[in-house]
């Protein structure tokens, strides 16, 4: 595994910095310690947070981590990535008091830091049970389906496109909350359970499912997300356009030598209105970009992004143009035109540059009642806007990887994800389960972790309903 | 405004907070700061025969961030000598006469009392304290609460007092003792003219887990101490109210024990103290606090029409009570207010485990009586209406994201039948006004 030692990501600082053990113990000390908490019901890997809070207040820090990392062997990122505004933060009661709420983030992250600089294992792989599980796709989904599958006793293999594991938690994660030799640390943890991963492996090309499906006894995919989408707009295919999602992935791996051209960019535009478009504004205004625009073709108010890192984008000087859409690229230049968003459907008021094709990247993918349809957009009127750019991002969503699977029949899709039953992940082909962006269509890394804890449940089910007398394996805490 | 001028063994103090004998009080300069800032009234640093004092000598009680709820220390009386003390309470005294200036004694024999009597009255002491309370130290050599915990040795050294005293005679009593009014009773049998109380408990504050020596460490070695601060309050107020109920409110009572605010000094007077008392919070926050005890108290009489502190003094006594005189007729249960509840569920729990089992979870709560809770599984919040309807392997679905969850808080809801009054879910209640106790008819059983 190759890891560049120097990285544009390492310019950026914590947005939100480590507790001093002092602070910790304070900040642990306000929490009410509810009952049923709505923070742990806001939790998508159920930790029960007032439990590893009141372990921190009592300076029981030790067995604080052991109360995250039991409910989420990603602790460590979940603690420093999670939108926890919008999941246990946002539900803590403190906010029916008009009080802050509990910084739970970074409370976890003091927990599971601090068990880490300890170097505290606590767990171990449980005794074989002779079984092999195949994982494809080294993202947070496999990892937490392998570490499970681990401690229950059985053989797990990580099959991995990239040179470097843990997918997005690794190559997306924005640096201002976590590097990438963070997310790399915490899985030779999970490694050295005994997890094996195999580099270079890339479906259809060098590995064949079913081969898979022949040589282990159950095949877990976590293969996420695929490449940016790319707008169907003249000129799109020009040097100083990338997807947000790949220009993300340099900034965090890349040596810091190949993106020297960086430095040169001074105005830049990132089309989008969800959390990967306000991560890359803020990323580029990090790395000391003047002028950051983010242009969507919707109002403000129909942004999938969350509000908590838009106001963060604007108060770190990024503009936003709302009911704008590019509609040519040449050199240097972007060509946009005021959109309007009527009766739920996008129209734009300049008649000669848009084509009802330049939605066809958004039809294939977004489902939610108001998105446009092919013949939904009228144009009326002129309002174009010529801007010069040295860079643009497009966040205009990942392509969905429905296409890799089709050797398998009998897996299912709808709106390009793959469908499991949603209580054990298992898909319509009884041994191949799936967790992660590939069948939540692109959620939080806590949502992956979740769903791959509860599908190497589902697949230690299923092996040991078909098996006889292979249940030798315990939870070993 | 009232006036705070407070009538106390025919001493007019200016007001009745005074500062407690102990390290506030153990200079000439902090005394005049004091005086200065607005105390009422000081009791000097106990004085008797030279000793000399251990390092360190304090340890503090600290609870989920609150610092110093509870106080102790192995601190013994006055370290310097008397000549300069009995110059310093002259100079205190020639400068604010007006203010009370009490001397704390604590000596050995007859003759001692005699000559230290003399010495304090002769340099314009307006009161004695004699100090029996002290727990550490001095009662190993016979003095302090050894004398507090002896009625009859406390009735003769107060006899004594009386004979060679021409100012009042405080007895401190100490609350290291099964019933306070006995040593009280002893004190008045003696010819006291008042108590104060309490002094400290006798405690040993925490053990350093590491060294496995208590605090707070004399060179790896430590000793009980003497417990006082916030969390003591309790305890004095019941040894106050007892002695005041006993006596009728016919004995004088200075209160100390956790006295921090002007709340905290009303209590006492309630309760049959005319005076109080305090050190741990000047000791924690300085002298600066009397200026809101002033207002606040202040503010209070004026708000319930006490024309003068004396007024105010043992109010309460006659609502405090036997346990058999209390009326077992009366019911009243909880109420909760679901405008005000933040939804923590701390009632629940509390109910649940310490309390009646009255109090289950609103309606999105995991036990509420429409919930499936024994299918719930692990994580089923995510998509919580597949979890529970679809069983068999071959039921295939799009994970989706959460619905947007309500921030509507659905209280808890009180079951009022099994709901006995006892308070828990009120008290535990972080969300102010979300449980209030209402009357309510009594349930059918009745011991009487």
Redesign the interface.
């Known amino acids: 595994m190759q890891f560049e030692e120097k990285r544009l990501e390492s310019s950026f600082n914590d947005f939100k910095p480590a507790l001093t053990p002092r602070e910790a113990i304070t900040e642990a000390e306000r929490c009410l310690y509810c009952y049923d908490a709505p923070c742990i019901q806001a939790c998508p890997t159920g930790i029960n947070i007032p439990q590893f809070i009141n372990r921190i207040a009592t300076e029981n820090t030790k067995g604080a981590a052991k109360t995250i990392l039991d409910s989420n062997i990603f602790g460590l990122s979940c603690a420093r990535s999670c939108p926890v505004e919008v999941l246990c933060e946002g539900a803590c009661v403190y906010n029916h008091l008009n009080k802050k709420p509990i910084a739970i983030g970074k409370l976890q992250r003091f927990a599971v830091e601090n068990a880490y600089e300890k170097n505290i294992a606590f767990y171990a792989a449980g005794k074989s049970n002779g079984k092999k599980v195949a994982l494809v796709g080294a993202g947070p989904a496999s990892f937490a389906c392998a570490h499970e599958l681990r401690i229950l006793g059985y053989e797990t293999i990580v099959y991995e496109k990239n040179q470097l594991p843990g997918g997005l938690n690794t190559h997306g994660i924005a640096p201002y909350k976590m590097h990438s030799s963070v997310s790399l640390q915490e899985i030779s943890r999970i490694l050295e359970m005994g997890v094996r991963v195999e580099y270079g492996k890339e479906l259809n090309k060098n590995l064949e499912l079913k081969t898979l499906l022949s040589n282990y006894d159950a095949v877990f995919l976590g293969l996420g997300l695929g490449e940016d989408s790319i707008l169907d707009v003249p000129g799109i295919s020009n040097s100083f356009t990338h997807g947000a999602v790949s220009f993300i992935s340099k900034i965090k791996t890349h040596a810091v030598e190949k993106l020297a051209w960086v430095k040169n960019i001074k105005t830049a535009l990132v089309v989008g209105g969800g959390n990967t478009a306000l991560d890359a504004c803020r990323e580029l205004k990090g790395l000391g970009v003047a002028r950051v625009i983010v242009s969507y073709r919707r109002g403000e108010a129909e942004m999938s992004g969350y509000k908590h890192e838009m106001n963060a984008a604007k108060q770190e000087g990024v503009e936003f143009w709302f009911y704008t859409l590019p509609t040519k690229f040449e050199l240097k230049n972007v060509r946009l035109v005021r959109t309007q968003v009527v009766n739920h459907k996008v129209v734009t008021t300049s008649p000669e540059h848009v084509r009802p094709e330049h939605f066809q990247a958004e039809l294939s993918e977004r489902s939610n009642a108001g998105n446009v349809k092919k013949g939904d957009v009228h144009t009326t009127g002129s309002n174009v806007i010529s801007l010069d750019v040295d860079l643009v991002l497009l966040a205009t969503g990942q392509a969905k990887l429905e296409k890799l699977l089709t050797s398998i029949k009998e897996l299912k899709f709808e709106k390009g994800k793959l469908l499991v039953n949603p209580k054990n992940f298992q898909t319509n082909h009884p041994k191949i389960f799936a967790a992660g962006d590939l069948v939540n269509g692109g959620m939080e890394v806590v949502n992956a972790v979740a769903e791959g804890k509860q599908a190497a449940h589902g697949i230690h089910k299923f092996l040991n309903s078909n098996f006889e007398g292979a249940s030798n394996a315990r939870f070993n805490n | 405004m009232p006036d705070l001028t407070t009538s106390f063994l025919g001493i007019k103090t200016p007001n009745p907070f005074w500062l407690a004998s102990a390290p506030p009080t153990n200079t000439g300069s902090q005394v005049m700061r004091a005086f200065e800032a607005g105390w009422g009234g000081a009791v000097w640093k106990t004085l008797g025969k030279p000793i000399q004092n251990v390092s360190s000598r304090f340890g503090g009680l600290d609870h989920?961030?609150k610092k110093i709820i509870g106080f102790n220390n192995i601190e013994l009386i006055t370290d310097r000598s008397i000549e300069i003390n009995l110059k310093e309470m002259e100079e205190v005294k020639k400068r604010y006469p007006k203010n009370t200036l009490v001397a704390s004694l604590m000596v050995e024999s007859r003759e001692e009392w005699r000559e230290i009597i003399a010495q304090v009255e002769g340099v314009g002491a307006d009161a004695l304290e004699l100090n029996f309370g002290c727990p550490h130290g001095m009662c190993e050599r016979g003095m302090g609460s050894a004398v507090g915990q002896e009625p009859k040795l406390l009735k003769t050294i107060a006899g004594w007092a009386k004979e060679f005293s021409k100012v009042p005679v405080i007895v401190k009593l100490t609350p290291n003792i099964t019933d306070v009014t006995v040593p009280a009773q002893a004190a008045r049998d003696g010819g006291a003219d008042a108590v104060s109380l309490i002094n400290t408990i006798k405690s040993l504050i925490g053990v350093d887990l590491d060294q496995f020596v208590p605090y707070p460490t004399v060179a790896g070695k430590s000793t009980n101490g003497g417990y006082c601060g916030p969390a003591v309050k309790p305890i004095a107020l019941h040894m106050v109210a007892a002695i005041a109920r006993q006596q009728n409110n016919a004995f004088p009572i200075s209160g100390i024990g956790g006295v921090s605010s002007w709340k905290d000094a009303v209590e006492f007077f309630l309760l049959g103290a005319t005076t109080v008392q305090v050190c741990t919070a000047v000791m924690h926050y300085g002298y600066r606090i009397i200026e809101d005890m002033l207002q606040g108290l202040s503010d209070y009489m004026d708000e319930k029409g006490f024309k003068s502190v004396n007024e105010m003094v043992g109010k309460a006594i006659p609502n405090f009570t036997d346990w058999g005189s209390l009326d077992l007729n009366y019911h009243q249960v909880a109420v909760i207010h679901e405008e005000h509840c933040?939804?923590?569920?701390?009632c629940?729990?509390a109910c649940d485990d310490g309390g009646h089992q009255c109090i289950t979870?609103g309606k999105n709560?995991?036990?509420a009586p429409d919930s499936v809770s024994s299918e719930q599984?692990?994580?089923s919040?995510?998509?919580p209406s597949?979890?529970r309807l679809?069983?068999?392997?071959?039921?295939?679905?799009?994970?989706?994201?959460p619905a947007v969850?309500s921030?509507a808080?659905h209280a808890p809801v009180v079951h009022e039948p099994e709901c006995v009054g006892c308070n828990l879910c009120m008290l535990v209640c972080?969300?102010p006004g979300a449980i209030t106790m209402q009357q309510a008819p009594k349930p059918s059983l009745s011991l009487h």
């Open positions: 989920m961030g933040i939804g923590c569920n701390l629940v729990v979870p709560g995991k036990k599984q692990p994580f919040h995510l998509h597949r979890s679809h069983r068999s392997v071959s039921d295939l679905h799009p994970i989706n994201p969850k921030q808080v972080p969300a």
